[in-house]
């Protein structure tokens, strides 16, 4: 009996403990401290205005877009406030920003007066579009059977400092036909795809003679080299900053190596990009018929 009453007495002192020890406090957790800070912000000397993504994302609900933060740009003796315009959006609004080549750039974001997010970029150097020339007048074929990659021209150029690899695409403005783009870790790839604007069961037949501008992006470490045919987005466009301004894209069109992207204190990447471009001429013969 007296061995029971012993083993009783030391389970009732163990509970007695065990509900000590508990608290009914709340457990207090600082706002600031849940959730990643992200920022998506790609420099180039042909942007005529750039662009800042600033947000945070939570856990099991929608990301909060950061509106009250003070985003600062520098490099080349320069000191840019961006000024956000909406949802999370912050836009060099002067025009003022001049991104050269072969220049270090940094961002620098603070909230509160503390600084939150420090990045950097080193922007690829200066290169040149050798082939086609300004002005040429480029013969291709579109039809229903696929082309003789030998027999396309080829968009040549020199070497960038510091790129990663290239990006070449061509935009024009017509009813018949769009652009594509090809990415490649050389110096020279065969033109981009012309791609139909109308259907497989649809015929044409016609020969056209329509303005373009043909680009070569050269871009730097932190972008992921990713082909043509692993992107699902058929109307991807590579002038990078209008996807952005479109509302109702929650995300950056891009994919980095973040063991490449110098920034603390944020998901993302502050990236930068050279490019060159040229005025060219294309004449399609356009022979889309049932085969």
Not at 50 to 63: D, Y
Not at 137 to 142: P, Y
Not at 155 to 169: L, P
């Amino acid at each position: 009996m007296l061995i029971l009453f012993k083993k009783n007495l030391l389970f009732l002192l163990f509970l007695l403990l065990s509900l000590a020890a508990c608290s009914l406090d709340p457990i207090v957790i600082e706002p600031d401290t849940i959730g990643d800070y992200y920022l998506f912000c790609t420099l180039a000397p042909t942007f005529k205005e750039h662009q800042l993504i600033l947000g945070k994302s939570l856990p099991e609900v929608m990301p909060e877009m950061i509106t009250d933060a003070r985003v600062i740009l520098k490099g080349n003796d320069q000191l840019i406030s961006m000024t956000h315009t909406g949802n999370g959006r912050y836009f060099d609004t002067s025009g003022e920003l001049v991104v050269e080549p072969g220049g270090k750039f940094t961002v620098q974001v603070l909230r509160d007066g503390k600084q939150i997010i420090y990045g950097e970029t080193l922007v690829p150097g200066p290169f040149s579009i050798t082939s086609p020339c300004e002005g040429d007048t480029i013969q291709l074929g579109l039809s229903r059977i696929p082309a003789d990659t030998s027999s396309l021209p080829l968009v040549q150029w020199t070497s960038s400092e510091r790129a990663k690899y290239y990006t070449v695409t061509v935009i024009m403005e017509n009813d018949d036909v769009w652009g594509s783009f090809h990415s490649t870790y050389r110096n020279h790839m065969y033109f981009p795809d012309i791609i139909p604007h109308f259907s497989y069961r649809d015929t044409v037949k016609k020969e056209i003679l329509i303005p373009a501008t043909l680009y070569v992006f050269a871009r730097d470490s932190s972008f992921v080299f990713l082909p043509y045919n692993l992107r699902n987005n058929s109307d991807y466009h590579f002038l990078d900053f209008t996807k952005e301004k479109d509302d109702r894209m929650e995300f950056y069109p891009f994919s980095f190596d973040t063991t490449r992207v110098k920034m603390k204190g944020a998901l993302g990447a502050f990236s930068s990009i050279n490019a060159d471009s040229l005025f060219i001429y294309l004449k399609i013969n356009i022979n889309w018929v049932p085969n």
